[in-house]
């Protein structure tokens, strides 16, 4: 069976036209026979469900909340992808074109920085899950590379990205970089307020 639809826009059509991404399509040496390709709607099932596992695996597991946001992300693709914001990537088998892993770049909006790298849309990779029979063979080494080589073709100067426990090595051994990020964790309000930002005056 064969496993790459081709499409005109596909990801290694526009990197070989670039004289770019030589090995895309053909099996990877290092990954075994696996083929990266850019998902097209009849991959959003499986987009679906890789979403999930990945955050059951990295620990979220109830049930209700995960049908909910199956449900939101779904909604979610569908929207960024008609607006072009969001590119979606699969790791094929090549043999049987068994979905073995998938990821995806979303195009945030980014702020003005100075400088010649200031661009307005930043990538931002997500979702990030191989099956896992086909780990430790590469198959998400394949993806990271293969969206860091389309962040290249088109323009951008950096993606960033969040990374579980397990994902960690495989973006460092790719360059990626802890950054100085910094984040607060809100807790929702307990019961509905007008909001207060100057202190209470005490009599
Ligand atoms: C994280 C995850 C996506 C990695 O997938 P994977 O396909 O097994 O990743 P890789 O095979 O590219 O790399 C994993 C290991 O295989 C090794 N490996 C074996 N053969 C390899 C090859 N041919 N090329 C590259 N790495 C290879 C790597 O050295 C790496 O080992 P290390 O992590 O101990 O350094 C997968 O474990 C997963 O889905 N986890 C659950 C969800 C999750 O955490 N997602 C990440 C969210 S940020």
Redesign the pocket.
Same mark, same amino acid.
């Given at each position: 069976m064969r496993s790459t639809p081709r499409r005109r826009s596909s990801l290694s059509d526009r990197l070989a036209s670039r004289g770019q991404g030589k090995g895309l399509r053909r099996p990877s040496r290092?990954?075994g026979r696996v083929i990266v390709r850019e998902a097209t709607a009849r991959d959003l099932p499986v987009l679906v469900v890789h979403r999930r596992r990945?955050w059951r695996?990295?620990g979220r597991r109830n049930r209700a909340e995960l049908d909910a946001h199956d449900r939101r992300y779904r909604r979610w693709f569908a929207t960024e992808r008609a607006a072009d914001r969001l590119r979606a990537f699969v790791a094929v088998d090549a043999g049987d074109g068994r979905v073995l892993?998938s990821g995806a770049l979303w195009l945030t909006p980014s702020q003005p920085r100075p400088g010649p790298r200031s661009r307005d849309a930043a990538p931002y990779l997500l979702s990030?899950?191989?099956e896992p029979s086909?780990? *430790?063979?590469? $198959?998400?080494?394949h993806l990271v590379r293969a969206m860091v080589a389309w962040s290249r073709v088109h323009g951008f100067l950096r993606i960033t990205?969040?990374?579980?426990k397990? *994902?960690r090595? $495989?973006y460092e051994?790719l360059g990626f970089v802890s950054t100085n990020e910094m984040r607060l964790e809100l807790r929702a309000p307990r019961r509905r307020q007008g909001l207060r930002t100057t202190a209470r005056r005490r009599h």
């Open positions: 290092s990954a990945m695996a990295i892993g990030m899950f191989t086909a780990r *430790g063979r590469g $198959v998400a080494s990205l969040h990374a579980s397990m *994902g090595s $495989v051994r």
